[in-house]
């Protein structure tokens, strides 16, 4: 295979099915890839990035018809930039063997980590660039290749990136896989070394089952409701701004946006009007403005209306942020408005189904016990965003929620360390990516024993069995 081959647009379950055999081939042929070229297509995967990063935000912000070029270069360019280059700057450190271990006398025991040999990345539409590129980071650092299956929700980006990708890289390293839901169904299907999927947990089911018919290991990445947990002595104006800057942030299309805020029955109404008050500071219009993200299609632009509209029949009290005299609701447009629900409740569709939009239900709570009692109480969550100053009150929600990830007085920041594990737990899905977890996860642990000269641990296992060695054994157990 060389550089510049593609698989055709909806490809056919044997041409896929031949082409990962084909890379797998090439993996054993050319046998664990040394340190230098897995940095080799780590940077090519950088420069690709950095080169073409015009390009790539224009075809987001077409697939969306507006989508903020600023968050396009955060989330979508620098980002996935940042974890290549860890994965890089680590990598020699991470491939080395660990310290030899002397489990019996004159006996050494390690962990090599082996690449897996083909990884498969199937890849979601909100985030659509860095979704593929991080767990691709993760699979070039560990020794693996690729085989990218973007959205067909964002046609262009996913067609400028396979473009890109047999540009950059030769069709045995890394190659892309175009179609829709059927396409996707047979990738889930094929018997690839490891599978990481980032998308919803109704697909997830699917993805997992067809998995399992390969015994496929796999990642699943999700989401889920994550909550924000607003102690009692929490700064109101600084929690309502930052729950507002990740919920606004790429209309809140996000698996870790905050889904629902708890905070004391007292302060529920000045949380509202801190939010209106951060969200007219940052966005003093919305429908022209190149800032603020669309839908990415009427789909889902008519399900926040109609999550609204639910809560409201309801008996759930609305309260729009649009900026005063905008009229939002134009299906055209697709930009949804953030929108306040309050007195949410369990029987409401926005308190049942992950929001995935501007739309952000409060509920009151009277006490912090009540408020975890909550949390606990449903799906574990991707993340868990707790504000409030009071130490003992963090320590408290850290041991008594559980969750894929804790933040402190802020939202989402985590997913920007990749010193840190990636994931989620329970319904909100398995296993880790980013940095060295992400190395790891897609790396086979290999014990290395080497037995001592004398063999005196074999010796134990060896009739005819004497006395002598029955008392070592007894020994033993006696500690």
Request: with cysteine.
């Given at each position: 295979?060389?550089?510049?081959?593609?698989?055709?647009?909806?490809?056919?379950?044997d041409?896929?099915?031949?082409?990962?055999a084909?890379?797998?081939?090439?993996?054993?042929?050319?046998?664990?890839?040394?340190?230098?070229?897995?940095k080799?297509r780590?940077?090519r995967?950088?420069?690709?990035?950095?080169?073409?990063?015009?390009a790539?935000?224009?075809?987001l912000?077409?697939d969306?018809s507006?989508?903020?070029?600023?968050?396009?270069?955060?989330?979508?360019?620098?980002?996935?930039?940042?974890?290549?280059?860890?994965?890089?700057?680590?990598?020699?450190?991470?491939?080395?063997?660990?310290?030899?271990?002397?489990?019996?006398?004159?006996?050494?025991?390690?962990?090599?980590?082996?690449?897996?040999?083909?990884?498969?990345?199937?890849?979601?539409?909100?985030?659509?660039?860095?979704?593929?590129?991080?767990?691709?980071?993760?699979?070039?650092?560990?020794?693996?290749?690729?085989?990218?299956?973007p959205?067909?929700?964002?046609?262009?980006?996913?067609?400028?990136?396979?473009d890109?990708?047999?540009?950059?890289?030769?069709?045995?390293?890394?190659?892309?896989v175009l179609?829709?839901a059927?396409?996707?169904?047979?990738f889930?299907?094929?018997?690839?070394d490891?599978?990481?999927f980032?998308?919803?947990?109704?697909?997830?089911?699917?993805?997992?089952?067809?998995?399992?018919?390969?015994?496929?290991?796999?990642?699943?990445?999700l989401?889920?409701?994550?909550?924000?947990l607003?102690g009692?002595?929490?700064?109101?104006?600084?929690?309502?701004?930052?729950?507002?800057?990740?919920?606004?942030f790429?209309?809140?299309?996000i698996?870790?946006?905050?889904?629902?805020?708890?905070?004391?029955?007292?302060?529920?109404?000045?949380?509202?009007?801190q939010?209106?008050?951060?969200?007219?500071?940052m966005?003093?219009?919305?429908?022209?403005?190149?800032?603020?993200?669309?839908?990415?299609?009427?789909?889902?632009?008519e399900?926040?209306?109609?999550?609204?509209?639910?809560?409201?029949?309801?008996?759930?009290t609305?309260?729009s942020?649009?900026?005063?005299?905008?009229?939002?609701?134009?299906?055209?447009?697709?930009?949804m408005a953030?929108?306040?629900?309050?007195?949410?409740?369990?029987?409401?569709?926005?308190?049942?189904?992950?929001?995935?939009?501007?739309?952000?239900?409060?509920?009151?709570?009277?006490?912090v016990?009540?408020?975890?009692?909550?949390?606990?109480?449903?799906?574990?969550?991707?993340?868990t965003?707790?504000?409030?100053?009071?130490s003992?009150?963090?320590?408290?929600?850290?041991?008594?929620?559980?969750?894929?990830?804790?933040?402190?007085?802020?939202?989402?920041?985590?997913?920007?360390v990749?010193?840190?594990?990636?994931?989620?737990?329970?319904?909100?899905g398995?296993?880790?990516?980013?940095?060295?977890?992400?190395?790891?996860?897609?790396?086979?642990?290999?014990?290395?024993?080497?037995?001592?000269?004398?063999?005196e641990?074999?010796?134990?296992?060896?009739?005819?069995?004497?006395?002598?060695?029955?008392?070592v054994?007894?020994?033993?157990?006696?500690?």
């Amino acid at each position: 295979m060389t550089r510049h081959f593609r698989l055709p647009a909806e490809p056919s379950a044997d041409q896929i099915r031949a082409h990962l055999a084909a890379m797998k081939q090439a993996q054993l042929d050319a046998g664990p890839p040394a340190a230098e070229l897995r940095k080799d297509r780590l940077s090519r995967a950088i420069d690709l990035l950095r080169t073409h990063q015009d390009a790539l935000v224009d075809a987001l912000d077409a697939d969306y018809s507006c989508r903020s070029r600023q968050q396009t270069l955060l989330a979508d360019i620098l980002a996935p930039i940042e974890s290549l280059r860890f994965n890089r700057d680590h990598l020699d450190e991470w491939m080395r063997a660990t310290d030899a271990l002397e489990p019996y006398p004159g006996a050494t025991a390690r962990v090599r980590y082996q690449p897996l040999g083909v990884v498969g990345v199937i890849s979601p539409w909100n985030f659509p660039i860095v979704l593929a590129f991080g767990p691709i980071a993760s699979a070039f650092a560990a020794g693996n290749r690729a085989i990218l299956k973007p959205s067909e929700l964002t046609p262009l980006t996913s067609e400028l990136m396979a473009d890109l990708i047999a540009r950059y890289f030769d069709a045995d390293e890394l190659t892309t896989v175009l179609g829709g839901a059927g396409t996707g169904a047979v990738f889930s299907a094929l018997p690839f070394d490891h599978l990481v999927f980032t998308g919803s947990t109704q697909v997830a089911h699917h993805v997992m089952r067809a998995a399992s018919g390969n015994l496929v290991p796999v990642t699943l990445e999700l989401g889920g409701k994550s909550p924000v947990l607003i102690g009692t002595g929490a700064d109101l104006q600084r929690a309502a701004e930052r729950v507002l800057t990740v919920k606004t942030f790429n209309a809140g299309q996000i698996c870790l946006s905050p889904d629902y805020v708890l905070v004391h029955e007292q302060h529920a109404d000045a949380f509202v009007a801190q939010a209106k008050a951060a969200v007219s500071r940052m966005y003093p219009t919305m429908r022209g403005n190149r800032d603020y993200t669309a839908m990415v299609n009427a789909r889902g632009f008519e399900r926040q209306l109609a999550l609204v509209d639910d809560a409201l029949a309801k008996g759930a009290t609305i309260t729009s942020l649009a900026p005063s005299g905008e009229d939002l609701t134009d299906p055209a447009a697709r930009k949804m408005a953030p929108t306040i629900i309050t007195g949410a409740t369990d029987a409401m569709r926005v308190m049942q189904e992950e929001i995935f939009g501007p739309v952000l239900p409060v509920v009151s709570y009277r006490t912090v016990d009540e408020a975890m009692a909550y949390i606990n109480a449903r799906p574990r969550p991707l993340a868990t965003y707790y504000f409030g100053d009071d130490s003992q009150e963090q320590e408290r929600v850290a041991a008594g929620t559980t969750s894929g990830a804790l933040v402190i007085n802020d939202a989402m920041t985590h997913v920007f360390v990749d010193a840190l594990p990636f994931g989620g737990v329970g319904a909100s899905g398995m296993g880790h990516y980013h940095g060295v977890y992400g190395f790891r996860t897609l790396s086979h642990a290999k014990p290395v024993v080497c037995q001592s000269p004398g063999g005196e641990s074999n010796l134990l296992m060896r009739a005819p069995y004497q006395p002598a060695s029955e008392a070592v054994i007894s020994s033993l157990i006696a500690g």
